[in-house]
Antibody, heavy 121, light 109 residues
Framework: EVQLVESGGGVVRPGGSLRLSCAAS????????MSWVRQAPGKGLEWVSG????????GYADSLKGRFIISRDNAKNSLYLQMNSLTVEDTASYHC??????????????WGRGTLVTVSS | DIQMTQSPSSLSASVGDRVTITCRAS??????LAWYQQKPGNLPSLLIY???TLRSGVPSRFSGSGFGTDFTLTISSLQPEDVATYYC???????????FGGGTKVEIK
């Protein structure tokens, strides 16, 4: 079955860190670019970060100000997002998403169910 | 960054009506635009890419058009199952960030 399963979310204090993971299955992960997209409760979609098929090229939303790092391990069919210096504005469901091709500057064709990150004191 | 502005933010229409949603880019993006549908409680799903190419399996009542800065998503005959929020997304040349429009919520009158 083609699927993306996220993990690693939870409740964290402002200024804290979290590492999200995404396990991919059912498709050729090492040929496909991936991204993280977040959706705050009751709000719209916000692209967070993307990485190309081999991890060489990455991109980030300007609003993150260098606090997040995306990475992948093709041997493990896994995508990661290291989130540092978290603020309440980072509270959202974080979705692992697949691009329809090897480059992250592209559209998305598969979404994971998401992992909820809550930043609260 | 490229800003994407959708209008209207919400609309209510009758079953069978023709519905049009607009998405405007803050600079030209050629045809590097996708549309997604997010039904209540569900994940977003790709409808259209390259501004006008319908994804396989998407009903033909959905269509997209536009080039440069102005784009439209049209539902030719609104059905009850089309109740959802619709988002546009630009994927113009990198490494500039990707971006979504704010969404348009479609309801049945």
């Amino acid at each position: 079955e083609v699927q993306l399963v996220e993990s690693g979310g939870g409740v964290v204090r402002p200024g804290g860190s979290l590492r999200l993971s995404c396990a991919a299955s059912g498709f050729t992960f090492d040929r496909t670019a991936m991204s993280w997209v977040r959706q705050a409760p009751g709000k719209g979609l916000e692209w967070v970060s993307g990485i190309n098929w081999n991890g060489v090229s990455t991109g980030y939303a300007d609003s993150l100000k260098g606090r997040f790092i995306i990475s992948r391990d093709n041997a493990k069919n896994s995508l990661y997002l290291q989130m540092n210096s978290l603020t309440v504005e980072d509270t959202a469901s974080y979705h692992c998403v697949r691009h329809d091709g090897p480059d992250w500057v592209w559209y998305f064709d598969l979404w994971g169910r998401g992992t909820l990150v809550t930043v609260s004191s | 960054d490229i800003q994407m502005t959708q209008s209207p933010s919400s609309l209510s229409a009758s079953v069978g009506d023709r519905v049009t949603i607009t998405c405007r880019a803050s600079q030209g993006i050629m045809n590097f635009l996708a549309w997604y549908q997010q039904k209540p409680g569900n994940l977003p799903s790709l409808l259209i890419y390259a501004a006008s190419t319908l994804r396989s399996g998407v009903p033909s009542r959905f269509s997209g058009s536009g080039f440069g800065t102005d784009f439209t998503l049209t539902i030719s005959s609104l059905q009850p199952e089309d109740v959802a929020t619709y988002y546009c997304q630009q994927y113009y040349t990198g490494p500039r960030p990707l971006s979504f429009g704010g969404g348009t919520k479609v309801e049945i009158k």
